[in-house]
C-alpha cells in the first residue's frame, strides 16, 4: 500500500481515469519518491490503451481540466502542467531500440512491458489507479527491495547500448539519494563508456543530463562517479581533471554554468576546448578558467601582491566563483567581506565604514591594511 491519497494531483487523475473506464497507473519517479517518504517532483502516468485512445483521453483530459498540453504523436505521449504540477500521460508500451542510442520504435502494449522498458528498477513499480485494487504496488523486478537496499540496477544488460543518457540519470539517483550502483549495473557503465555509446548522443542531449545532475543539491557526489567512471576522458578522449575540493554549500548557489567551470578549469586549453565542443558551451568557460589559474598562481605569492591583485582585477572577479574555489584563503574571505566597504582613491587608502575599518585593524584581520598603515609603501599605485 501506499500513501498516494494525500496528492489530489493523484486523485483526481485516478477520478478522470476511472470514470472513462482506463487501467490506468502512477509510475516512475513518483512511487519511488512515495515510498521513500519524498515529494514527487511531477507525476507520470500510464494507460493500457492504443495510439488512438490514448490520444482521444489526452484531449478528453485537456478539456476537463481547461489545461493545455503537448501531444507528442511518434512517441504517444501528453505533457500537461497542471496548477504548477507537470504531468506525463502516456500509452503503455513496448519500445525497440534498433542500434546504439537510437530512437525506440514504440507499440501500444500492457503495463508489464511499459515497466520493462525503463532505466532501473527503483523506476520500473506502479500504482494501479483502479479504486478496486487499492492502491496496490505493482513491483515485477523488485524495485522495492533495491531501493530498501539503495541499489541502482538496469533491467537488462542492453539498456546503456539503447540509451546511453541512462548512465547519467542512474549517477543522478546515486548522488541524490546516496545508492550504489549493483556490480552488474556497474560492469555495465564500465562497458558502455568503454564503447563510447555516450559519444553517439547529441551535444544538446549530454549536456542537458549533465546540467540536470547539476542541477542536483549532490551533484558533487555525482561527480564523484563521473569521476570514477572516466566518463568525461573517454569521451573529451584526454585526461579531464575534476576539481572536486571546493565549498559546498557556495557551490551549490551557482548557476549550472559557473558550476561547470568551478569543476573543470585546471584543465589545459585543448582539454578546455574539447570539453567545450563536446558539450557545446560557450567561450566563458575557457576565460574564466583563464582568470581562475591566474588567481591561483597569485593567491601563492604574499599578502601584498595577493592584495594589489585583487584591487586592480576587483570587476573582473566572480565573487562566488572564486569563493567556491578558493575557500580556504582568509585573504579572499576578508576582501569579500569588506568588498564595497572600501574604496582605493588613487594612491590613498580611503573608507566607507571608519569604525568598521578600525575595528578590523585592531582585530588584525585586515593585513592589506596594515601594511599600508603601518608605513607600507605609500608609492605602489592602484
Ligand atoms: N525513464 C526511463 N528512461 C529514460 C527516461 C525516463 O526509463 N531515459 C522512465 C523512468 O521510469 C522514470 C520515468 O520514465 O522514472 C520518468 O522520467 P523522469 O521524469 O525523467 O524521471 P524521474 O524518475 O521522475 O526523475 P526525477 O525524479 O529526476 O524527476
Redesign the pocket.
Known amino acids: 500500500m501506499i500513501a498516494i491519497d494525500k496528492y489530489d494531483i493523484i486523485k483526481l487523475f485516478a477520478k478522470i481515469f476511472n470514470s472513462l473506464g482506463i487501467s490506468a497507473y502512477l ?4 512511487v ?2 512515495l515510498l521513500l517518504d519524498i515529494n ?3 507525476f ?1 502516468f500510464v494507460g493500457e490503451i492504443d495510439e488512438q485512445r490514448h490520444f482521444d483521453v489526452a484531449r478528453e483530459i485537456s478539456q476537463r481540466l481547461n489545461c493545455s498540453y503537448d501531444y507528442n504523436k511518434n512517441y504517444h505521449t501528453a505533457k500537461f502542467n497542471y496548477r504548477g504540477n507537470d504531468i ?1 500521460f502516456v500509452m503503455a508500451r513496448k519500445e525497440y531500440y534498433d542500434g546504439i542510442a537510437a530512437k525506440p520504435r514504440v507499440y501500444s502494449s500492457c503495463l508489464f512491458d511499459d515497466l520493462k ?4 528498477t527503483v ?2 513499480m506502479a500504482v494501479s489507479l483502479d479504486q478496486s485494487r487499492g492502491c496496490e504496488i505493482i513491483d515485477p523486478f523488485n524495485g522495492r527491495n533495491d531501493l530498501e537496499n539503495k541499489i541502482i540496477k538496469v533491467l537488462h544488460d542492453k539498456s546503456f547500448r539503447d ?1 546511453p ?2 548512465v547519467f ?1 542512474g549517477i ?2 546515486a548522488g ?1 539519494f546516496g545508492f550504489n550502483f549493483d556490480e552488474e549495473t556497474s560492469d555495465l557503465i564500465v562497458d558502455c563508456v568503454n564503447n563510447n555509446y555516450i559519444s553517439y548522443l547529441r551535444a544538446e542531449r549530454i549536456k542537458q543530463e549533465i546540467f ?1 545532475i547539476l542541477a542536483e543539491a549532490s551533484s558533487i557526489k555525482s561527480f564523484d562517479f563521473i569521476e570514477k567512471y572516466n566518463i568525461l576522458d573517454k569521451l573529451i578522449k584526454s585526461n579531464v581533471k575534476i576539481n572536486l575540493d571546493i565549498n559546498k554549500q557556495i557551490f551549490n548557489k551557482l548557476d549550472n554554468n559557473r558550476k561547470l567551470v568551478v569543476l573543470l578549469y585546471k584543465n589545459d586549453l585543448e582539454t578546455l576546448n574539447k570539453i567545450k565542443s563536446v558539450l557545446n558551451l560557450g567561450n566563458s568557460i575557457i576565460e574564466y578558467s583563464y582568470k581562475l589559474k591566474d588567481i591561483g598562481k597569485v593567491l601563492n605569492s604574499n599578502d601584498k601582491d595577493v592584495y594589489t591583485y585583487i584591487f586592480k582585477n576587483q570587476n573582473n572577479i566572480d565573487e562566488r566563483i572564486v569563493s567556491t574555489i578558493f575557500y580556504k584563503d582568509t585573504r579572499l574571505q576578508n576582501y569579500f567581506k569588506y568588498r564595497g566597504k572600501i574604496k582605493i582613491d588613487k594612491k590613498r587608502l580611503s573608507y566607507v565604514d571608519k569604525t568598521q575599518i578600525e575595528e578590523l585593524i585592531l582585530n588584525k584581520k585586515l593585513s592589506m591594511f596594515n601594511i599600508y598603515l603601518s608605513g607600507g609603501n605609500k608609492d605602489d599605485e592602484f
Open positions: 509510475v516512475g519517479g513518483a519511488r519518491d514527487p517532483l511531477d507520470d506525463d522498458r525503463r532505466d532501473y523506476n520500473s540509451d543518457t541512462r540519470r543522478k539517483y541524490r540536470n
